[in-house]
């Protein structure tokens, strides 16, 4: 394995940056067309219903409508979806959800359309709504979707063991249920997309804030019933997705491609934040049961876990992302005995799929705070109860998987974090002065008679009110899509005969930063320097599918296959000039600084731009497409065994935060974030990863929650649904420790994912060492640290209403 | 029978990005759609509309203000600055320079407005400390970067 890297591990300022500080950046809202009608939805007020009938007579010859678009000028499939097909582009047998459109208006003026959109009468008959995930599988629950005759989506089972064998050998046990909220994506970026009909009956062309360009051309070909090339998909400048702008953008995409092949003109959507919020999907909500047997020792004999799911009132994504639920539900440890259930079901509440995080977050605020409770209960210090039950090279996982051929480099993280943190000592130190409550004073009956005034001992003392904690988490994280999915990606490299490059891949840029890796990657192994490469446009027709940018594959997959490219031109290069330069094997020949010479025979270089004028004149090619199909996994459905992923990263957070007993508040004072993400390709971008990742894992911690009432969303803009502001967040460190791995690009792997699922156990666990107490559910915000239930809009019926 | 009525124009004058501007726009439009469809200067962005992220920043006589909050009419000789116009003769800003060195960029989608806060910080505040900094940005949201690259790149600018 190359042990020097001349960019790699550098930090290099990202090629779209300077586009994106002086405003040139176009995103999907920039793009501009003649002629160009919009798109406004009409919905119901309902959360449950039949639709009876749909009457546009009060509006079909207002002059303001240049047509009315619902299901029945659909020529392909009425329902889609990426997994399951029950989504409708437009809702027309029943309303399932707050969020679904029934039909709509096209025309010039959006304000007067808005208006418009009320005034269509749609008849329905209420049915009994579901909002409760826990009464899903019950048997006189209204199914959702009565075509699956079942409201469960998916189960996810786990056998390894036996688990009463476990419990039996255990000394004590303990049963805890953890519960986590709706969680909005927050892209500042609203939904936005544009469909243009393609003269010379050539299809269609979409372009907008798109997440997966290939997904989205899949669905609209169906929808329209179009060949998948006449769907030409380009993915805009992305204003923020993580794993938001997929199914959405493909039901968006549909209804702009209908209308546009409808009116022969460009047809423009444009979301408002409302709208966004109330039909984009979410991250799931999870129920979580633990039960775990361990022994006075603090080994870990069992453990058994149900969880469920919402997945509100489409599938999307979801059997993948409880999939990834199921593999790590019991953390990095190992466990012979384990018995795991995940179910995810239909509610009647807004849909929930791909989030950063993908089914860990949850899962990992679960059984990170478990694990803590292990430790307290037996004196152990948390780092202790994770050494004596952490992952070291050969454990076996809890499907049964020998982590091997990497480096497991769990106790390294563990032990970076704790050093770099002084953790045990703080943490003992922090335990001795627990006192949650709001200190009483204890007086006499006669003193409130003669007394009404109050003395200062009375008051909180300021130096009562602030009690500091810190709290440790760590995970274990597949990467890439594991057995679930199809896993493979391609990219293209072109250079040019003046010595620049084209460069694209088949995973999309969500504005983490992937175009720099790649082009730092060929700039590595061809010599040339990062500026030369020109990152083309995404778009469907130029590359092949490589399917979708979730689950941490960009780097591994998409990198792996930029690799590849780099390769076959590299080896190609190097032949033709052995035989040009008649060099023998032994000759090393290096790419370097845009020159390539010959180690020792310092007469054989050229410059790059010499190299490939040179071979173009040979005819020689000088492009290459690259392929890199993830490595052989397998997985048992029934029993949940198997080679999950092919490979995994190990991170270790610790927060310290404040706690103010009085008001609840809790204040993050320091994130300590390690993280082995294998082979950091590009520094800037790494620790931009670490900062952006932690800040959502601390709303996710602390403040962000998706309300419902009767399944509507009641947080619908950024003055009620709060994510972090730069005042929020203490200070944050990342560290990082570089596990090898013979997978992806140098052992390149996954970091955006991992630094958001450890934050909120972290946090945590701090406020447990803080005041003493366990919180069960996210998030841990100012009334549930002080009453330890939540005050939600709706959820008390005020007297004045 | 039903009258369609139109609402009449207003002119307006105003210096933007340094350059006189004379036009004739409707009342009822906000100074964002006024910048974007108008004057097709895309740089400002539109993230709520409600005046809560501040994507929509722009500077008014030296103010950064949400132009999403702004109607057309109120701008009439005032001096306007957008991302558009705060690089001299091609060569960035030192903000823009230090955005890209320290890092601070991911999506993008909020960074013309969260430049624009700092711009406005720096022209009446030339060593901000850091809280000085947090509080001039903390009306501008970022999901992507977590702000401290964000606040770095500030810190280290020298105007
Ligand atoms: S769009 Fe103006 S503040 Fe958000
Ligand atoms: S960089 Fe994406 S919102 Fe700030």
């Not at chain 1, 446009?537 to 990198?559: C, F, K, N």
């Not at chain 1, 023998?584 to 270089?605: P, R």
């Not at chain 2, 060195?101 to 993008?108: D, E, I, L």
């Amino acid at each position: 394995m190359k042990e020097k890297f001349n960019v790699i591990g550098k930090p290099v300022i990202r090629q779209d940056g300077k586009a994106k500080v002086t405003g040139q950046a176009k995103f999907a809202d920039d793009y501009k067309f003649p002629n160009t009608l919009f798109g406004v939805m009409v919905r119901t007020k309902s959360t449950h219903a039949i639709i009876k009938n749909i009457d546009y007579s009060e509006i079909e010859n207002d002059k303001n409508i240049v047509t009315i678009i619902d299901a029945s000028d659909i020529k392909g499939a009425k329902k889609t979806g990426l997994i399951r097909k029950d989504q409708p582009v437009f809702a027309f047998d029943k309303i399932v959800t707050p969020g679904d459109v029934v039909a709509m208006l096209v025309g010039v003026d959006v304000d007067e359309l808005r208006i418009l959109a009320k005034k269509v009468k749609i008849e329905l008959e209420e049915l009994p709504s579901l909002t409760d995930p826990e009464k899903s599988l019950d048997p006189d629950s209204p199914l959702i979707h009565p075509e699956f005759n079942t409201n469960l989506v998916v189960h996810h089972p786990l056998r390894k063991g036996d688990i009463e064998k476990g419990f039996n050998e255990s000394d004590y046990i303990i049963e805890q249920t953890y519960t986590t909220p709706h969680i909005e994506h927050a892209y500042i970026e609203p939904e936005c997309v544009t469909a243009i009909p393609l003269e010379g009956d050539k299809g269609i062309y979409i372009i907008g804030s798109i997440q997966n360009p290939f997904t989205v051309r899949r669905i609209v070909a169906e929808v329209l019933n179009f060949p998948l090339n006449k769907v030409r998909v380009e993915q805009a400048e992305l204003g923020g997705s993580f794993g938001g702008k997929d199914d959405i953008m493909c039901i968006l995409s549909a209804r702009a491609s209908i209308a546009a092949l409808k009116t022969k003109r460009p047809v423009k959507i444009k979301y408002t934040r409302e709208e966004s919020i109330l039909e984009s999907y979410k991250r799931h909500p999870y129920r979580m049961h633990y039960k775990v047997g361990y022994t006075k020792e603090g080994k870990i004999k069992a453990m058994k876990i149900d969880i469920l799911a919402d997945a509100g009132a489409y599938c999307s994504m979801t059997p993948y992302v409880t999939w990834r639920s199921v593999v790590q539900a019991t953390g990095p440890y190992e466990i012979e005995n384990v018995w795991t259930d995940v179910r995810a079901v239909y509610t009647n509440n807004p849909y929930t799929g791909a989030m950063r995080g993908f089914g860990s977050p949850q899962i990992v605020f679960a059984q990170e705070s478990l694990m803590d409770d292990i430790a307290v209960s037996l004196g152990l210090t948390p780092d202790e109860i994770r050494r004596i039950n952490g992952y070291r090279y050969g454990s076996i996982t809890a499907s049964g998987q020998r982590l091997e051929n990497h480096d497991v480099n769990l106790m390294k993280v563990l032990d970076t974090a704790c050093e770099a943190t002084n953790f045990r000592e703080k943490w003992l130190e922090n335990e001795k002065h627990h006192n949650r409550r709001i200190p009483t004073i204890e007086f006499k009956d006669e003193i409130i008679n003669k007394n009404l005034i109050l003395s200062d001992r009375e008051f909180v003392e300021p130096e009562d009110t602030w009690k500091k904690g810190i709290g440790l988490a760590i995970s274990f994280r597949g990467s890439s899509l594991g057995a679930e999915g199809i896993d493979a990606a391609a990219a293209y490299l072109s250079i040019q005969s003046d010595g620049s490059a084209y460069l694209l891949c088949g995973l999309a840029e969500n504005g983490q930063g992937m175009k720099t890796a790649y082009s730092i990657i060929v700039s590595e192994i061809l010599g040339i320097p990062v500026e030369n490469i020109y990152y083309l446009e995404l778009t469907t027709a130029h590359i092949p599918d490589s399917g979708p940018t979730v689950a941490s594959r960009s780097t591994v997959m998409g990198g792996g296959a930029v690799k590849n490219a780099s390769e076959i031109l590299r080896k190609r290069f190097e032949d033709f000039l052995r035989s040009q330069w008649q060099l023998t094997e032994d000759d090393l020949i290096v790419f370097e600084n845009n020159k390539i010479y010959v180690k020792g025979k310092e007469k054989f270089s050229l410059s790059f731009s010499e190299f490939t004028a040179l071979a173009y004149k040979k005819g020689i090619c000088l492009a290459s497409i690259g392929w890199y199909p993830g490595p052989k996994i397998h997985w048992d459905e029934k029993v949940g065994q198997g080679k999950a992923y092919f490979t995994y990263v190990y991170g270790a957070q610790v927060a310290e935060v404040r706690v103010n007993i009085v008001t609840g508040e809790v204040y993050i004072d320091k994130i300590t974030a390690v993280h082995d993400p294998g082979k950091v390709i590009n520094l800037l971008g790494a620790l931009g990863q670490v900062y952006g990742g932690v800040t959502q894992g601390a709303g996710y911690a602390i403040f962000e929650e998706l309300s419902k009432q009767n399944g509507f969303p009641q947080e619908l803009n950024f003055d009620q649904y709060l994510i972090p502001t730069s005042k929020d967040v203490g200070e944050i460190v990342p560290i990082f420790i570089e596990g090898k791995d013979e997978f992806g690009p140098w052992g390149a792997k996954s970091l955006g994912e991992p630094t958001l699922e450890l934050t909120s156990a972290a946090i945590n666990n701090a406020i447990r060492n803080a005041v003493g107490e366990r919180y069960f559910n996210l998030p841990v915000n100012l009334e549930e640290v002080i009453l330890k239930r939540k005050l939600r809009p709706g959820d008390i019926q005020r007297g004045s209403l | 029978m039903k009258k369609n009525k139109i609402l009449k124009k207003i002119k307006l004058r105003f210096t933007l990005n340094g350059e006189p501007v004379e036009l004739e726009t409707l009342p009822n439009k906000r100074l964002l759609d006024l910048l974007r469809d108008d004057l097709n200067l895309t740089g400002t962005k539109e993230g709520c509309s409600i005046g809560e992220c501040g994507a929509c920043t722009v500077i008014v006589n030296d103010k950064a203000v949400n132009s999403c909050l702004m109607l057309a009419g109120e701008i009439n000789g005032s001096a306007i600055i957008t991302i558009e116009g705060i690089s001299q003769n091609g060569n960035l800003h030192p903000l823009q320079e230090n955005f890209l060195k320290f890092g601070a960029v991911q999506c993008g989608f909020c960074i013309p407005g969260m430049i624009l806060s700092a711009y406005a910080l720096l022209n009446k505040n030339r060593r901000p400390d850091e809280e000085t900094i947090k509080e001039a940005i903390a009306g501008n949201l970022c999901r992507c970067t977590g702000y401290k690259q964000i606040i770095e790149a500030i810190k280290n600018t020298k105007l």
